[in-house]
């Protein structure tokens, strides 16, 4: 079946920093590939999605690239707020008779000013 | 749109009891998702409805769990005989589209068995 595999946090930045949190995924053929983000007491948000190989995933200025010959779909943002802190979940979608997204662990973002 | 509610946000229970969980979806979504979410953890799938069909389970989903979707609206996730292995967040997600293009999920139960 799909894994993701997340860099392990917390990561804590200072305000106005470049952020990278690292995803790579295993799954059947291609799969789609997301980013959801977790605020403190609160469910799951979609952040932002690629469906395809070299598809760009963009919102609130968090970007990933689906890079399929690395297996990867890291996250970018290049000025990080105290408002960015939160667990970010990478996780992808392979379809093949099944309806389950897989999800990686977590990466625990702190952002401070 | 009110998003995906669930309900209730929080429940403590003694182990050994029966517990019922209820999610709302958003209404136009015919597709319907529990996960488990434990702590330091990603989500894991439980279960997925089409409309009132129940048409995938996880083996995570033993047998003191049943969910039923009975009209194609909301569903309810019940757990017979809490264990404290049970403790974690429910969540509940819904979609129109198929999975490749995300679920919206709700803000969860989270369960406290003591």
């Known amino acids: 079946g799909d894994s993701v595999t997340q860099m392990e946090g917390p990561v804590t930045l200072s305000e106005e920093a470049f952020l990278t949190i690292n995803c790579t995924y295993t799954?059947?053929?291609?799969?789609?590939l997301f980013w959801y983000v977790q605020y403190p007491g609160e469910g799951l948000q979609l952040l932002l999605k690629?469906?395809?190989?070299?598809d760009k995933g963009s919102n609130k200025g968090f970007e990933a690239t689906y890079r399929k010959e690395t297996t990867s779909f890291h996250l970018e943002k290049g000025s990080v707020q105290v408002s960015d802190s939160a667990v970010y979940f990478c996780?992808?979608?392979?379809?093949?008779?099944?309806?389950?997204?897989?999800f990686g662990k977590g990466t625990k973002l702190s952002v401070i000013p | 749109d009110t998003g995906v509610s669930q309900d209730p946000r929080h429940k403590i229970t003694k182990r050994g009891q029966n517990v019922t969980f209820r999610c709302d979806p958003i209404?136009?979504?015919?597709?319907l998702y529990w996960y488990r979410q434990t702590l330091g953890q990603g989500p894991e799938f439980l279960t997925y409805?089409?409309?009132?069909?129940?048409?995938?389970k996880s083996r995570l989903l033993s047998d003191r769990f049943s969910a039923e979707r009975p009209k194609g609206s909301f569903s309810t996730l019940e757990i017979q005989r809490t264990e404290q292995g049970d403790s974690a967040m429910y969540l509940c997600?819904?979609?129109?589209?198929?999975?490749?293009?995300?679920?919206?999920f709700g803000s969860g139960t989270r369960l406290t068995v003591v």
């Open positions: 209404s136009e979504h015919n597709r």
């Open positions: 409805f089409q409309n009132e069909a129940q048409l995938e």
């Open positions: 996780a992808s979608y392979s379809g093949a008779g099944s309806y389950q997204l897989t």
């Open positions: 799954a059947t053929g291609y799969p789609s």
């Open positions: 690629a469906t395809k190989a070299d």
């Open positions: 997600a819904s979609s129109l589209e198929l999975p490749n293009y995300g679920y919206t």
